[in-house]
């Protein structure tokens, strides 16, 4: 299993943007896909990106498509999320998360998901 830490969260304008970071233990973070979710008041927990078990390919939802990037760093044990033209349907607590395969985020299967971890703020002011 891996242990997750967000951070990076904030408050920002609308356009603004943030970097969110997702800091993982243990020594097999290498070997599971990464992905990252958010969470709106009110709402349920939705996809937002992952990356595979080397950082080469990654999939992300429509509503972020060309705004967000997201990149590991397997020397480090972390995983970023790069917000650009951040807008206020995008303020939400933000997670990662990882799995064994990249579909098993995508669709959050939540069987196979691994533990989350306290998530971090974002709240784009308009």
């Known amino acids: 299993q891996v242990q997750l830490v967000e951070s990076g969260g904030g408050l920002v304008q609308t356009g603004g943007s943030l970097t969110l970071s997702c800091a993982a233990s243990g020594r097999t973070f290498s070997t599971y896909a990464m992905g990252w979710f958010r969470q709106a008041p009110g709402k349920e927990r939705e996809f937002v990106a992952a990356t595979i078990k080397s950082g080469s390919s990654t999939y992300y939802a429509d509503s972020v498509k060309g705004r967000f990037t997201m990149s590991r760093d397997n020397d480090k044990n972390t995983v970023y999320l790069q917000m650009n033209n951040l807008q206020p349907a995008d303020t939400a607590v933000y997670y990662c998360?990882?799995?064994?395969?990249?579909?098993?985020?995508?669709?959050?299967?939540?069987?196979?998901?691994?533990?989350w971890g306290q998530g971090t703020q974002v709240t784009v002011s308009s």
């Open positions: 998360n990882s799995a064994s395969k990249l579909h098993s985020l995508v669709v959050m299967a939540t069987e196979e998901l691994g533990q």
